[in-house]
């Protein structure tokens, strides 16, 4: 009888490893993906900050809240935001026109930075959207590619 137990028991703790196991490679993959995801989020903003505080911080400031009536700001902007790929063009190929940033309106000139590569464009842009309580998500090279290739111009 009692090697009997020692047979159901064993039996039983190699189901459950062998069910455990599976369901943990599951786990792993599902969370290795969001790893990733987080990992190539980070590195764009690595990136996407050094370029921002080379080419925008001038006029966007360091904290991203823009100057006065000059510079609009980015943290919270509902321009920025509501239209990534509008932005993406922007940063590029600059912009002139009346725009409004969270109801203040805003007629200046922005220069563009015509040598940034797609992938500078997509890092800058992933910081400036994932920084100073902005969570819009990695905006990949691969979209933004496509977005400049859209640009009016
Ligand atoms: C010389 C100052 C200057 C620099 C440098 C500059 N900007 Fe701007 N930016 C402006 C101005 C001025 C506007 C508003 C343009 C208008 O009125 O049409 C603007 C508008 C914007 C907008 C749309 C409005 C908003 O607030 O959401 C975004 C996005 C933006 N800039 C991002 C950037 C990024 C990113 C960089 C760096 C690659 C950059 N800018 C560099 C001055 C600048």
Known sequence: MKILNGFLFLGLLLSIISCGGSN??????GKKLDRRTEIRLMQYKVEGKKLYQLHCANCHQENGEGLARLYPRLA?????LNDLPR???IIKYGQSDTITVNGVEFN???PGVPTLTPIE???ILT???N????????????DVSKWLDDCKR
């Open 131 to 142: 920084s100073w309580g902005n969570e819009a998500g990695i905006s990949s090279t691969r």
């Open 127 to 129: 910081y400036v959207s």
């Open 76 to 80: 919270g902007s509902d321009y920025l």
């Open 24 to 29: 943990n490679e599951q786990d792993k993959d």
């Open 108 to 110: 200046q000139v922005m």
């Open 87 to 89: 932005a993406a063009c």
């Open 121 to 123: 464009v997509a890092e």
